[in-house]
C-alpha cells in the first residue's frame, strides 16, 4: 500500500466528511462528494501500487501509515484536552445563566 496516497486519501475523507456534516449547503455538498470521491480514488491507487512492491517495502509502509494514525490520535486527543481546559468555565457559566432563565433544564 502506498502510504502517501493512502495518506493524501484519508486526509480528503477527513475533510469531505467534516464539510458534509458541517455545512448545510449544496455547493459544499458538491465540493464534500468530490473530497470523497477522490478519496476513494486514491485509496484504489495506493491499494493497486501495494500490490506491485515487495514485502519489505509493504512492512515499511504498514509502519509508515500506522504512525501517521497514532500521530492523528495523539493530535485529536491532545487538542479535545486543551480546548475542554480553556473553555469549560465559560460552558458550565452559560448553561447556568440558561438554566436561571428558564431556558434550558440540563443535566451532566
Not at 41 to 70: L, S
Not at 72 to 77: A, E, K, N, T
Request: aromatic share 12%; hydrophobic share 45%; proline share 2%.
Amino acid at each position: 500500500m502506498c502510504p502517501i496516497c493512502w495518506i493524501s486519501g484519508f486526509i480528503a475523507a477527513i475533510f469531505g466528511g467534516s464539510l458534509l456534516a458541517v455545512v448545510n449547503h449544496p455547493i459544499s455538498w458538491i465540493l464534500s462528494g468530490l473530497l470523497i470521491t477522490y478519496a476513494v480514488y486514491k485509496f484504489y491507487e495506493a491499494k493497486r501500487r501495494g500490490n506491485k512492491m515487495t514485502n519489505k517495502t509493504r512492512e515499511a509502509n504498514r509502519k509508515t501509515i500506522f504512525r501517521f494514525i497514532q500521530g492523528v490520535l495523539v493530535g485529536s486527543v491532545v487538542t479535545v484536552i486543551v480546548f475542554y481546559s480553556l473553555t469549560y468555565k465559560e460552558h458550565e457559566r452559560m448553561h447556568d445563566l440558561l438554566e436561571k432563565h428558564g431556558i434550558e433544564k440540563h443535566e451532566h
